[in-house]
Each structure stands twice: as structure tokens, then as C-alpha cells.
């Protein structure tokens, strides 16, 4: 793709999406847990031209998470995870609000409990915060909240509980670590979900050979980045064509042709993690990329792309 020198001639409808009421200066949104821990930090994400920013999931009270080492890099571009979702606690994280509010784009917060009651208390707090919408994570693969993502029924049941009592949109965040990732979907839908979010980490682990023992301090994790790309596009795939809510797409995402396959498939925006532990100039790259793409192809608006590669299957 030959990128443009700048994008101050594209018109600002360009790269422009809208789902579930809410609308979105570009696709590409921050993915939770990925330094969005604070207000500032938010603010900063959003300050590198994203189009939206997920807060890391906040529950109900402060948890430390697990002891290090609990990020590392396993391969290029792909890493291993067990953070254990530190957080501060719905009471102190709605403080960060404001601030994240600042950037002035849209802020979704990521929330988590161990009950349907908890997960609501934790998304009411927070949409009186003023976040744009809840991002319900049933997934992270090595925290008790994985059992609600991996069975329909539970998945149905806290979806419903926190439909029933907030006003905004609420995003599903599924558990790839399942046998039929649809039916998850699916039961989120009927529950109430307005978008779902595929996907998170893939569980995993890594050895060291000289020390003989896992090499996380909670043994096993969440791999992310480069190589779990291609099963979030498939889950993208899947879902956009097994429910009629908005998808987003998570995964391995590191460039603009990235971006497209994740759109093509049937993503209505994209979240991206790991891509940044090489800072946030990626973002204006991929805008260019993205840019470059529908100049190539006359695309008036890049939401018109979204799930135009099932229109190619028979
Ligand atoms: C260090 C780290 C922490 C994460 N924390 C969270 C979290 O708190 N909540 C959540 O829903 N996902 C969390 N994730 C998962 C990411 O949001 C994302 O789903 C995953 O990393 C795949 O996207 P990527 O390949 O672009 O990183 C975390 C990922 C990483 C690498």
C-alpha cells in the first residue's frame, strides 16, 4: 500500500464508524488491560489518534493481581500474560473518569465481578461516571471470570442482570477458550449484549528449560499479539455471520491490512493490545494505511467494507 503523506485532505467521514449509538472518529479503538489503568493514561492513548479507549477491567473492589513476572515475550510480536486483573476498585477507578473524558473520545469501561449482582453494581458505578459504554469481561483465561465466558447459560444470566439495570450499551467480551464460541455469542445476544468482542487471550504457558518451571509467576496465561491473529479473525468470521449485533475485533491487529482483514470479516471497529509495546506511533500509521486502502479501491467510507469477505463465500 503507498501511504499518503498526509491525512489532512481526507474527508473525516473517511474512517468514521458508528455502532450501538455511539460514533467513532476511526476504527480502532485501545483494548482493556493495556495501560489503561488511569485517567491520564487514557487520555494519552486517545492522544496518539485512536478512535475510542477501553479502561483496564475494573471490579469491585481493589485486587492486587498476581506477582511478576507476569507479562513476557514469547516470539515476535507475541506475548504471555497472567496480570490477574489488578485494578483499584470500581470506588477509586471512577475518579480516573474525568480525565479519561478529557480526551473527548469515546471511553468504554471494561468491568468484571464474580456474580451477575457484582458485574452490575460495578457497570452502574461507572455509567454514572459518564463512561459511553460497558465492556462486560467474561474471558480473561487465567481469572475465575473465564467460567462465566465458557458456559451459555451463565453467560445469558450476567449479561441479562447488567442489560436490566444500565442505560448504555453494553459490549460481551468473549472467552476464545471454549468449544463453540457461537453459542457463547449467541447467548450473550439474547441476554442483551449490543456488541460482542472477539477475542481475548488464547490460555497458555511457557517453561524455562534451565530453571525447569513455568516461567509466569501464576504458571499459566493469556497469549496475545502476532500469533493468535488468525483464530480472532475466524471467531470474527463466525460471529458476524451467527448474530445480528455488531462485532469487534481483537487480536494480533499490528497493521492497516490487518485492520482490513478484521473489517472484512465482519468487524464493526478493531481493539488493539500488544502491538502497542512499540508506542503509539503505530496508530497514525495505521490511519494511513487504512486511508491508502480506500483510495485504492474507491471506498467512500471504511465501514462500507465491513463483512464484505462473506459475499465472496458459496
Ligand atoms: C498485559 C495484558 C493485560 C490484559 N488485561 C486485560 C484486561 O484487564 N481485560 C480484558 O478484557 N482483556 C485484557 N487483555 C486482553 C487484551 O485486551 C486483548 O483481548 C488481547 O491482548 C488480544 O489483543 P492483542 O493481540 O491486540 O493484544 C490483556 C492483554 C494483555 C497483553
Redesign the pocket.
Known sequence: MSLPASTENVPSSLLHVNFCGISFQNPLIL????LGTSGALLKKAASSGLGGV?T??VGPRPRYGYLNP??IEIGPGT?L?A?G?A?PGIMEFVSEIPAAKASGVPIIM?V?GSSGEEYKRVAMAAQDAGVDAI?M?I??PHAKVSSIGASAKLTHDTVSTVKNSVKIPIFV?LNPNVTNLIEIGMAAEDGGADAV?A???IRGMAIDIHARKPILFNQSG?V???S??PM?VKAVFDLYKALSIPVIG????FSAEDVVEFMLAGASAV?????FMHGWEIVDSIKHGLIAYCNQYSIPSIGKIIGKAHEEVV
Open positions: 483494548a482493556s488491560g493495556i477501553t483496564k477491567s507476569s507479562v506475548c500474560n496480570v486483573l485494578n471494561s468484571f465492556e469481561n474471558s480473561c467480551k468482542v477475542i481475548n487471550t493469556g496475545s499479539g502476532k493468535i491473529k480472532a481483537c487480536g494480533g491487529i481493539q488493539l493490545g500488544t502491538v
